[in-house]
């Protein structure tokens, strides 16, 4: 009889250890399963940023570009005023020149 009821409880405790057993593979494929939706996650979150910063690059890109455009045009204005300026002066310049030396010859 005691024989029997040991058998049983070593029975009862197989069971159980197998059970416990058949418990963490579960929760270890469960823990997997969501360790990889977790990594998936990140990488397409790291995806979406890298895509997010690679626009807003392009788009800083842009902008510069039409702000050098737009600082070229305006230096090359004030280059022609500049040189338009100076030519009138030279002009001015040489017939007021002009002007002395006939006044001097007459």
Do not use: C, P, W
């Amino acid at each position: 009889m005691n024989d029997n009821i040991i058998d049983q409880i070593i029975q009862i405790d197989e069971v159980s250890y197998e059970n416990q057993e058949k418990k963490k593979s579960e929760l270890l494929k469960i823990k997997q399963t969501y360790e990889e939706a977790i990594n998936i996650y990140k990488k397409e979150k790291l995806n979406d940023a890298k895509h997010s910063a690679k626009s807003i690059t392009e788009q800083m890109d842009l902008i510069l570009k039409n702000e050098e455009e737009k600082q070229r045009i305006e230096v090359g204005k004030i280059s022609e005023e500049i040189d338009t300026t100076y030519k009138n002066s030279e002009k001015m310049l040489i017939e007021k020149l002009l002007n002395e030396l006939f006044a001097l010859e007459g």
